[in-house]
C-alpha cells in the first residue's frame, strides 16, 4: 500500500511556487514592484523647467512593462515548460560581450551608432543571417528610439560622430 502511495506522489507535479519558472517570475515582478514604489517617492518638476514627460513617468512606464511581459512569458512557460540545458548557448554569451562593446562604443563614438552596431550583433547571433533584415534592424530600430526619446522625452542624445552632426 506504501508503495503505490509513493509511485502516485512521484507522479504528480510540484506545486507552482517551486518551478523554476515562477521563482524567476517572482524575483523580477518583485524587484521591479519595489523599484515601481520608489518611483513614487520622485520628486514633481515644475512645468517650466521640464523638457518633455516627468521624471518619474519613463521608469513607472518601463516598470509596468517589464512586469506585464514577464506575466506573459510566465504564461507561456506554463504552457510550454523550458527546456533544462546542461549549459548556456554561445549566443548568450555574444550577446552579454555586445553589451560590453555597446558601452564602449557609446561612449567613444556615438551612441546612435552603437545602438545600431548593437541591434545588428544581437539579431545575427541568434540567428538572423538575412542581410536585409539586418540592415534594416540596424537603422530603423535606431532611428525609432531616437524620435522617442528626442520627441516624446525631450532628451537629447550625447554627442557623437552621428548626433552631432544632427544636433548642429
Do not use: H
Not at 517572482?26 to 515601481?36: D, Q, R, T, Y
Not at 515644475?46 to 518619474?56: K, M, S, V
Not at 506575466?71 to 512557460?77: N, P
Request: glycine share 2%; with cysteine.
Amino acid at each position: 500500500m506504501k508503495n503505490v502511495q509513493k509511485s502516485k506522489r512521484a507522479n504528480k507535479s510540484l506545486p507552482f511556487f517551486f518551478k523554476d519558472e515562477f521563482k524567476v517570475s517572482f524575483v523580477i515582478i518583485f524587484i521591479s514592484l519595489i523599484l515601481l514604489f520608489t518611483t513614487f517617492t520622485f520628486d514633481v518638476v515644475p512645468p517650466i523647467l521640464n523638457r518633455g514627460i516627468q521624471p518619474a513617468t519613463f521608469p513607472k512606464a518601463l516598470l509596468i512593462l517589464i512586469i506585464a511581459m514577464t506575466l506573459i512569458i510566465y504564461y507561456l512557460a506554463t504552457k510550454n515548460p523550458w527546456k533544462i540545458e546542461k549549459k548556456l548557448p554561445k549566443s548568450f554569451f555574444l550577446t552579454l560581450f555586445s553589451f560590453i562593446l555597446f558601452v564602449i562604443v557609446s561612449k567613444t563614438l556615438d551612441f546612435f551608432l552603437a545602438i545600431s552596431a548593437l541591434s545588428i550583433f544581437v539579431s545575427y547571433c541568434w540567428g538572423e543571417k538575412r542581410l536585409f533584415y539586418l540592415l534594416l534592424v540596424g537603422i530603423i530600430f535606431p532611428i525609432i528610439v531616437f524620435i522617442f526619446f528626442e520627441t516624446i522625452l525631450g532628451l537629447r542624445f550625447p554627442p557623437g560622430i552621428i548626433t552631432n552632426i544632427y544636433y548642429s
